[in-house]
Every structure is written in C-alpha cells, then in structure tokens.
C-alpha cells in the first residue's frame, strides 16, 4: 500500500463513525452511512468486511481500509459509540386484561388476543359444528384453530346453550360458542393457565353488574 493510498484512505476515515462492540471487535458506517461493516483488529491481524479490503488485502498483507483506519483512530484515544445490545421484548399479559373475582383471577378475551399477537398470531379460524335449534336445546358448538406465523396451530371447542350463559347472551350463542372457542384455543397458544372472563357462565352476577334484588 503506498503512502498516497494510504493518506487518500485516512482523509476518508475522519468523518466515519465507528461503534466499538468489544476490546476487539468494531462496527463502522459507510461514507453513505446506510450501511456497516465488521471490524476485527487483534494483535495478529486487521479485517474489515467491506470488498477494498477484500480486493485488495490478498495481494498486501498490511493493507488497511479506510474504516480500519477510522478504527485505528479510536484506538488511538479519539471518541467512538458504545455498542449495547438490547433483548428482544417477551409476550406479556398485561395486568389489565385481568381480572380478580372472588379471590380467583381470570383473563379477559382481548388481553388473550393482545398476547397472541404478540407472539406472532398469523390467523385465526373458526367452524360452526353445530348451529343451536330446538331439537339440540339451543346449543351451539364452534370449533377454533389458532394459526402461528412458525406454523404452529392449536384448536379447541367452544360451546354455548341457554343454561351456560347469563340471559342477555343466550340471544347471541352461536357467537358465543365462538367467542369461548377462540379463547380455549388462545390459552393453548399463549400458555394461559387462568379461564376467560368469557367462558364463565353469568358474568353480571360474577362481576356485581347484577342490579337485580
């Protein structure tokens, strides 16, 4: 590398900026700065994963970019950014999707819901294996397969009748059934051990909505 390469390289190096990840390791951005590239500088060598030093460091050993100079610079005492590396977010209920009745929690449908997406929820199917009519009781029965974006499903039945409802759902039970279908199958997917608010029978009463004396 001759010296004019090598001071054409190190007036580009001044108004890089370089992140330093470890006492070894190194990230610096392009003159663009979309873009970054991987630095290793040990006592034994200097790579850098741009295609200069590529091109160029099989025919000289002692090849050096301009972002390993711009490196070279922060190690010689100038300023570089610290790197820190954050952990992914984890799924999480939150609080107030639950719900303490009588000493025992439950969880409402939509915390359920929220959760699922937080996971990665990708679909969500529903199919009607009985509609409620007379000669059945009125009772609904839907079946619900929760799909993940890995692929992943997770099913389970959900049923609705006029003795498992409060009166004001007993004129919605195919939806019902649906609604308690989605949340068995959402607890499946989202390792929910407490039962949905919607899967209780008489909610006003449950709640103290219940006004009646």
């Given at each position: 590398?001759?010296?004019?390469?090598m001071?054409?390289?190190t007036?580009?190096?001044?108004?890089?900026?370089v992140?330093?990840?470890?006492?070894?390791?190194?990230?610096?951005?392009s003159?663009?700065?979309k873009?970054?590239?991987?630095?290793?500088?040990?006592?034994?060598?200097?790579?850098?994963s741009?295609?200069?030093?590529?091109?160029?460091?099989?025919?000289?050993?002692?090849?050096?970019?301009?972002h390993?100079?711009?490196?070279?610079?922060?190690?010689?005492g100038?300023?570089?950014?610290?790197?820190?590396?954050?952990?992914?977010?984890?799924?999480?209920?939150?609080?107030r999707f639950?719900?303490?009745?009588?000493g025992?929690e439950?969880?409402?449908y939509?915390?359920?819901?929220?959760?699922?997406?937080?996971?990665?929820?990708?679909?969500?199917?529903v199919?009607v294996l009985?509609i409620?009519d007379?000669e059945?009781?009125?009772?609904a029965?839907?079946?619900?397969?929760?799909m993940?974006k890995?692929g992943?499903?997770?099913?389970?039945?959900?049923?609705?009748?006029p003795?498992?409802?409060?009166?004001?759902?007993?004129?919605?039970?195919?939806r019902?059934a649906?609604?308690?279908?989605?949340a068995?199958?959402?607890?499946s997917?989202?390792n929910?051990?407490?039962?949905?608010?919607?899967?209780l029978?008489?909610?006003?009463?449950?709640?103290g909505?219940?006004?009646?004396?």
């Amino acid at each position: 590398m001759t010296k004019n390469q090598m001071q054409q390289r190190t007036e580009k190096a001044e108004n890089l900026k370089v992140f330093q990840v470890n006492k070894d390791t190194f990230y610096c951005e392009s003159s663009e700065g979309k873009i970054a590239y991987r630095i290793s500088i040990t006592d034994e060598s200097c790579e850098c994963s741009c295609g200069d030093f590529a091109r160029n460091s099989k025919a000289d050993p002692n090849f050096r970019c301009k972002h390993i100079l711009a490196c070279f610079s922060v190690i010689a005492g100038e300023s570089a950014e610290t790197v820190s590396f954050l952990k992914k977010k984890q799924p999480r209920l939150d609080d107030r999707f639950k719900i303490s009745i009588e000493g025992r929690e439950f969880v409402k449908y939509a915390g359920l819901l929220d959760l699922g997406h937080q996971k990665g929820l990708a679909g969500i199917e529903v199919a009607v294996l009985q509609i409620p009519d007379k000669e059945n009781n009125n009772f609904a029965i839907c079946k619900a397969t929760i799909m993940s974006k890995t692929g992943d499903t997770f099913t389970d039945i959900g049923d609705a009748n006029p003795l498992n409802t409060n009166t004001k759902v007993s004129k919605h039970l195919l939806r019902m059934a649906s609604t308690r279908a989605i949340a068995r199958a959402l607890r499946s997917y989202t390792n929910i051990g407490m039962t949905c608010l919607e899967e209780l029978t008489d909610l006003d009463e449950l709640t103290g909505d219940n006004k009646s004396t």
